[in-house]
């Protein structure tokens, strides 16, 4: 079991910046493959980016690739998303979940945080 706990989201003007953090507690930490995944209003859930447990690959949605960063400190059982240029299409809840299997395959996710509003304002 891993418990998982996002921060960071809020009202941002278009063109803004975020950072959302996603703190692990549990098992550990290092072992996961890390994603953020967004959903907004109406909308199935869509996946934004993706951090391999190796610590060498990262994987982002065409959508934010180019605006968007995600990173791990395994030292603080951690994974960010750095998110600049930030436009209204953006705004969601974002969620992270940790995945045990690949990290390409969406159904793998297994342990869900409760989710972050990001609005994006014109």
């Known amino acids: 079991q891993v418990q998982l706990v996002e921060s960071g989201g809020g009202l941002v003007q278009a063109g803004g910046s975020l950072r959302l953090s996603c703190s692990a507690s549990g098992r550990t930490f290092s072992s996961y493959n890390m994603g953020w995944f967004r959903q907004a209003p109406g909308k199935e859930r869509e996946f934004v980016a993706a951090?391999?447990?190796?610590?060498?690959?990262?994987y982002y949605a065409d959508s934010v690739k180019g605006r968007f960063t995600i990173s791990r400190d395994n030292a603080k059982s951690t994974v960010y998303l750095q998110m600049n240029s930030l436009k209204p299409e953006d705004t969601a809840v974002y969620y992270c979940a940790a995945n045990s299997g690949s990290m390409y395959d969406y159904e793998k996710y297994d342990y869900w945080g409760q989710g972050t509003q990001v609005t994006v304002s014109t």
């Open positions: 951090f391999s447990r190796s610590g060498l690959t990262t």
